[in-house]
């Protein structure tokens, strides 16, 4: 695998388009999402106009037909000016869209995929539940048997991001029989649905642009063909194909992460060139310099671990495992770092509002917990290794069989 990051002419036009976006559009507006807590629906539009939500999504349904390196692509450049808006964006290349495409059935993909690609749907996607966290085989959502036909969803979703304004839900719920991860399986709601209501939203520290809501689904009927992934009671195969889709979501997470890090060194860098003491400049102490190149180190280290786990998706295939979740650790860990450094370099104003890095510290702060925390990752990646699975790199073999 070529560790380069070379781009094609393709992925050049589609990283330059992005960060044309997001220094004209995201970055003015950045600080406003963050102080009013309005979901950016400028940003929105925004994307909307420029066709980016096509990106992820296939042609035959009005899409630019890519995989998961162009959408790191564009995240990374979103981010670089506002997470809270790359988010909007994230929600349809690798959330419940991707799953669609991949796993539902013609009507699914008919209904939904043309509106995601052109603008005018957002999806959001419930599995949190206030009792079930990471551990999503808990979930008490449930779906019993309709006796018109289809199903009754009765379920109770937390911290689903864009919930008060998205068009649908794809909601993790047990299918009737099923017990822990037996018998979990996914539908697609269209939020426009009577039983369906926005009961909460949170306040929070940082991405406070992009809302989690509290959404109650009270015996709302489900069609059939409305169902994504057929809970099975007697098998957790079911649940393992909606696990492994997460697997696009986390690079999703990991690639806005490094946005915001490389925000944040830029900032940094431009402080420290700028800000006199004495005949000098901060960028001329040494002491200074080291801390720039350890910031710059991690970045470029977490970015070829997100790189090598997007690229052996393929264009339409789903990131490994192992290797995202060894990508997000790295990625959620370098962005705290490089941020706390960046506020760090500009003294008492990175602890301001005034700079855009202490916004920046709070927004990947949340991305260390959504799509799996950096706990969970660890527990992954620990006990797979021990385990005797390798990833993809050539040096790497099997201890326990030499």
């Not at 035959?60 to 692509?73: K, L, N, P, Q």
């Not at 018109?148 to 029989?177: D, E, I, M, S």
């Not at 790295?330 to 705290?336: K, P």
Request: a negative charge; aromatic letters at 6%; hydrophobic letters at 40%.
């Amino acid at each position: 695998m070529d560790l380069a990051l070379t781009e094609n002419e393709d992925q050049q036009a589609l990283r330059k388009l992005a960060r044309d976006i997001a220094e004209r559009e995201l970055a003015p507006r950045a600080a406003q999402w963050d102080e009013t807590e309005e979901f950016p629906h400028d940003s929105w539009e925004v994307f909307k106009k420029a066709d980016l939500f096509a990106v992820t999504v296939g042609e035959e349904y009005g899409g630019m037909g890519m995989g998961d390196v162009e959408s790191t692509i564009v995240l990374e450049e979103l981010a670089r000016a506002d997470v809270s808006s790359a988010i909007v964006a994230h929600l349809n290349y690798n959330g419940p869209p991707r799953a669609i495409e991949h796993l539902g059935n013609d009507s699914l993909k008919q209904n939904w995929l043309p509106r995601v690609a052109s603008g005018d749907a957002l999806f959001c996607i419930g599995i949190t539940e206030p009792d079930a966290g990471s551990a999503a085989n808990l979930m008490r959502a449930s779906l019993t048997e309709d006796p018109a036909g289809g199903f009754r969803l009765n379920a109770y979703k937390n911290f689903v991001t864009g919930g008060h304004v998205a068009a649908a839900c794809l909601v993790w719920a047990r299918f009737p029989g099923g017990e822990g991860a037996k018998g979990i399986g996914a539908v697609v709601v269209d939020l426009s649905s009577p039983g369906v209501s926005v009961t909460g939203v949170h306040k929070k520290m940082g991405l406070r642009g992009c809302t989690e809501a509290e959404l109650a689904f009270d015996d709302v009927h489900v069609a059939s063909e409305d169902v994504l992934v057929w809970g099975d009671p007697d098998s957790t195969d079911p649940f393992r194909d909606l696990l492994l889709h997460l697997n696009h979501e986390r690079c999703g997470n990991a690639a806005m992460c490094l946005g915001a890090g490389q925000g944040a060194l830029e900032a940094a860098v431009q402080y420290m060139n700028e800000r006199q003491v004495g005949s000098g400049t901060l960028a001329d102490l040494q002491g200074l310099q080291w801390k720039v190149a350890d910031m710059a180190t991690q970045l470029e280290s977490a970015r070829l671990l997100l790189y090598r786990a997007v690229s052996m998706a393929g264009p339409h295939g789903t990131p490994p495992p192992l290797e995202t979740a060894m990508a997000k650790t790295a990625c959620n860990l370098a962005a705290r770092s490089v941020c706390d450094e960046a506020i760090q370099l500009h003294g008492g104003y990175g602890f301001s509002r005034e700079y855009a890095v202490e916004r920046m510290y709070r927004d990947i702060r949340g991305l260390s917990i959504g799509a799996g925390t950096v706990e969970v990752q660890r527990n992954f990646i620990g006990t797979n290794v021990l385990k005797g699975r390798t990833t993809s790199s050539p040096g790497w073999r099997n201890p326990l069989v030499g």
